[in-house]
């Protein structure tokens, strides 16, 4: 797609597609008396403000984006914008596709679109330098994968982080190590050795500790063993005895008891 121009001496646009798998199109532009109304883009917004501020309104909510700032609006997200002061603002923004950050993304940016993160303006404007330069196709998509790292992390917690809140939402019922790779979008070895490194012991045995806790309270609550047991995950009362009498020292019956 060609660049193109629109606008008179005080808005001015240039707008581009830059040819970068991921990025579906570049803006630039000048706004002065220009505002946007409420509307959406199937693409991820990144928005960097060289001089000025905007205003606009995200999910109903009213954010302010200054120049130190980089703002990230996620896609099928209704928002409008508008200068605030007289002399406008100047902006620059890219549109990438929505793969590109996942959507485990879109709730976190909704809540969060301003980011304070001068490593990631410093990323973005190289990036911007370098899709204006033909020929430099390998920089900018290097530049891209480097922009994309960074806006991951500054929302996504790291995955033992996420797979420990993952196991204690799933107590009773578990979670393969399979199936908690594919929904926290993780290699499984990576998921266990990040787990075991952040939490001392790895994700199995981890999980076997909520249970017993679980097992515990449901015992005080005077839930009987045998009834337990399957509450709290267990195979059957023998697993729950086996793995009571392991961490607290006795089997479940005794423990009750006070220890006689």
Known sequence: ???????????????????????????????????????????????????????????????????????????????????????????RVLYLEEPLLGADLIGPAVDRPGIADPLLRSRLHRLHLALDRPGEDL????????????????????????????????????????????????????LVRAFTRRVGMPPHAYLVTLRVDLARRLLLEGCPPAEVAVLAGFHDQPHLTRHFRRILGLPPGRWLRGGG
């Open 1 to 91: 797609m060609p660049s193109r121009s629109v606008g008179d001496r005080r808005s001015r646009t240039l707008t581009r597609d830059p040819g970068l798998a991921g990025v579906r199109e570049v803006l630039r532009a000048h706004l002065v008396d220009h505002a946007y109304p409420l509307h959406v883009h199937d693409t991820w917004t990144v928005l960097l403000i060289d001089d000025g501020v905007v205003r606009y309104e995200l999910d109903r909510r009213t954010h302010a984006a200054p120049t130190p700032l980089v703002t990230l609006l996620p896609p099928h997200v209704p928002h409008n914008g508008a200068p605030t002061g007289p002399t406008g603002l100047r902006k």
């Open 139 to 190: 920089e900018a998509e290097t530049r891209l994968a480097f922009v994309v790292e960074r806006l991951r992390a500054r929302w996504l917690r790291p995955s033992a982080d996420r797979l420990r809140a993952l196991l204690h939402a799933r107590v009773r019922e578990g979670v393969t190590l399979t199936e908690a790779a594919e929904l926290l979008g993780a290699h499984p070895t990576h």
